[in-house]
């Protein structure tokens, strides 16, 4: 906890709503622990609750240091203890399992929460056996429960764990990210390969408990509610198997490239791993029944992220800067008309031609004028232009070099002295 600042509880009593005072007013308010719990008390507002603190004989007089060590005493031993030592307290003291520190660096956080940030596996199995009802609780400043930190810091056997122990697969952390999303991030950023492998393994553990959730209680009232929606929900259920079996499927037999007839379909659903399988052997300037390439599919993507990473994934595997899209427009047009200094950068440097054209006869730097004045940014227009004229340029000096070099002098048969103009033979290419 920051020096300056400390924390103390509203209304007096310690529970999760907090206050926030300057260190220099920690003089002016006293702190008491009275039958297990911790009071506050301002001598200036509080005078006479003050005198009777200090008369009350159960009544002990505490420092906020004192508070503070107290509740970093028990995430401590979650994090360096030794299980021996964390079984004993547990039975001795069996309620403060559901322990979440509300002071100091741990502040916050859930006892499950801090060993699986610390990477104990063995004590997370443990606290699982007790069952917390802190498994789903957001935890410190990202919000985040421990399923997120699990994933985050790529721990299969902790994601197991915590799924066959019923964690939440749909809560959002404060960046609006469940866990699989986080997984599937970590596995498209990441240039490891190990890193990758486990995310993938991640995925698939998130996406298949999806039908292997923790049995709820009986619930008589409820039964037979239930027994009457059953009827309804298992053909949708029998559906959502039938495609989840396809998709398995087509992840395990995309090595082959008979067997996948639409790569653009992972593009479609946001599936890396699925793609990554097809362009092991498949062709990456595959074109689909409507006339899409995977190219074209990839920056038509509506999230900059997805659109940012497919297309720079396509052009990694060898996908044709200069393929021209369905109606006439190379992807370096589209990537002007989309203001992405991103894609312009990267389609240059995988080869894409500035001076290509388009079916309508315009280069791309003409784009820039289609662009609508309403969603027209005057500054990345400016460093678009700047780019694709250095691109032009360099390209045509490459042209005047490549013509330099085919230039061909044949020297006449007449005197060798003679080098006048009419008796050189240039032949241009």
Not at 99 to 116: F, I, M, P, T, W
Not at 369 to 390: F, V
């Amino acid at each position: 906890m920051p020096n300056d600042r400390i924390f103390i509880a509203q209304c007096g009593q310690m529970n999760m709503k907090f206050l926030k005072f300057d260190r220099k007013d920690e003089a002016e308010v006293h702190f008491f622990r009275f039958e297990g719990e911790v009071f506050s008390v301002d001598p200036v507002n509080q005078p006479m609750m003050l005198k009777v603190f200090e008369k009350l004989p159960n009544a002990e007089k505490i420092t906020v240091d004192e508070i503070i060590e107290e509740q970093q005493s028990l995430p401590k031993l979650i994090q360096k203890g030794e299980i021996g030592e964390i079984e004993a307290h547990f039975e001795e003291n069996p309620k403060e399992v559901d322990y979440v520190a509300r002071l100091g660096k741990y502040q916050q956080c859930s006892l499950l929460y801090l060993a699986v940030s610390s990477n104990r596996q063995e004590v997370v199995e443990y606290l699982l056996k007790k069952r917390p009802k802190t498994l789903n609780t957001k935890n410190g400043k990202e919000r985040e429960t421990a399923l997120h930190r699990a994933v985050r810091s790529l721990q299969l056997a902790t994601v197991t764990s915590l799924l066959a122990s019923g964690a939440s697969m749909v809560t959002k952390d404060k960046h609006g990210l469940k866990p699989v999303d986080i997984a599937m991030r970590m596995y498209k950023e990441s240039k490891s390969a190990e890193v990758k492998k486990t995310a993938e393994k991640i995925v698939k553990a998130l996406k298949g408990n999806r039908f292997n959730r923790t049995a709820r209680p009986f619930n008589p009232a409820a039964a037979a509610w239930e027994e009457a929606a059953m009827k309804g929900a298992v053909n949708r259920m029998i559906a959502d198997l039938r495609k989840e079996v396809r998709i398995e499927k087509e992840l395990g037999e995309s090595r082959n490239d008979d067997s996948f007839e639409n790569p653009g379909m992972a593009i479609v659903k946001n599936n890396p791993l699925m793609l990554d399988r097809y362009l092991e052997t498949g062709d990456p300037n595959f074109v689909n029944d409507r006339g899409f390439s995977l190219l074209e599919i990839a920056m038509q993507c509506a999230r900059t992220s997805e659109r940012n990473y497919y297309t720079e994934l396509l052009l990694e595997k060898g996908a044709n800067p200069n393929l021209t899209f369905r109606f006439g427009l190379t992807p370096l047009h589209r990537a002007v008309q989309e203001q992405s200094l991103f894609l312009v950068r990267i389609l240059l440097n995988h080869g894409a031609d500035p001076t290509r054209e388009d079916k309508q006869g315009r280069i791309p730097i003409a784009m820039v004028d289609k662009i609508p004045k309403r969603i027209k940014n005057n500054e990345t227009i400016a460093s678009l232009e700047m780019i694709l004229c250095a691109a032009q340029q360099k390209k045509n000096l490459e042209n005047m070099h490549h013509s330099l070099e085919n230039i061909q002098i044949k020297e006449p048969e007449a005197n060798a002295d003679d080098l006048s103009l009419k008796n050189l033979n240039l032949k241009l290419p």
